[in-house]
């Protein structure tokens, strides 16, 4: 047995067996016995002994903690969903109503929202288009200051020459045989900014607007349209100070089969619409 650096030493080759070609031989155990005898057993570490013992721990806890559970159970798909799962969050609607306009919300962000949502579908409404019923929605949702300008507006908006354009007779109703669709459906709201007594409110929609009837030259269509109002606390509601209107966000149309005039009609009588609440 060589011991040169390349075994036992202390040179670059230190810890190597055969570095220079020299061979280790292992002598037998005892120096009488020319054959060394079998090889003793390894002693188990004292690291090993310790991770079985933790592993049988943690199986028997597992096992004891088992036994103390109710076996799963298996879900049914038809099982109805619970209520908490559907609701919907947010403040309930309001009881109130103003000239059939909802009102009564309060003074907070979610009543902002719903304030401006429940106003937007009623300045979208084919009531508008009626001088009548025009000043009772206006003068239910806008706020004493601003009530003069906001109907000045609308009045010129709606004027005789636009009925007659659509289509509709001077007091803004269909002429026999038609049905006219002035419809205002929201799809959500978002604040942009809030105090206690005053906030700004986007409110996203969908709008139907025009004339049924096989005589009709203005078929009900949809468009997309987003509606800013600024909105006051008069002390018991929101009320508007203004209101404006801009084009989309638009969705790509999904190419359904479009529906016959008298269709369009009948579910615009039959189909009621909703008091929104954030």
């Not at 570095?19 to 188990?44: A, I, K, N, V, W």
């Not at 409404?125 to 009626?130: A, E, Q, Y």
């Not at 005789?160 to 709201?189: C, E, H, N, W, Y």
Request: charged share 15%; aromatic share 8%.
């Amino acid at each position: 047995m060589s011991h040169d650096d390349q075994y036992g030493g202390t040179g670059p080759g230190h810890g190597e067996v055969g570095g220079t070609g020299q061979t280790r031989t292992r002598l037998p155990d005892s120096p009488t016995d020319p054959y060394p005898g079998p090889r003793r057993g390894s002693r188990p570490s004292r690291g090993l002994i310790t991770v079985v013992g933790v592993v049988v721990l943690l199986i028997a806890a597992i096992a004891f903690a088992n036994q103390n559970q109710d076996p799963p159970t298996t879900p049914s798909s038809s099982k109805p969903p619970t209520t908490t799962s559907t609701a919907a969050t947010g403040t309930t609607p309001v009881d109130g109503k103003n000239n059939g306009v909802p009102s009564g919300f309060p003074q907070n962000e979610q009543g902002a929202q719903s304030a401006a949502t429940n106003y937007a579908v009623a300045l979208g409404s084919d009531g508008m288009f009626n001088t009548g019923r025009r000043q009772s929605i206006v003068g239910a949702v806008s706020e004493d200051s601003s009530r003069a300008k906001l109907q000045a507006g609308f009045d010129a908006d709606y004027s005789a020459g636009l009925l007659s354009q659509i289509g509709l007779t001077k007091d803004g109703f269909a002429p026999a045989g038609a049905t006219f669709v002035s419809r205002t459906v929201p799809v959500g709201a978002k604040v942009k900014n809030f105090t206690s007594d005053s906030a700004s409110v986007d409110v996203w929609c969908i709008g139907m607007f025009g004339l049924t009837g096989e005589k009709s030259t203005r078929p009900v269509t949809n468009s997309w349209f987003t509606i800013s109002m600024t909105l006051k606390w008069n002390g018991s509601d929101w009320k508007v100070l203004d209101t404006s209107q801009k084009e989309g966000p638009t969705p790509v149309s999904s190419g359904n089969a479009i529906s016959t005039s008298d269709l369009i009609a009948g579910a615009v009588t039959e189909f009621g619409g909703f008091t929104y609440a954030r």
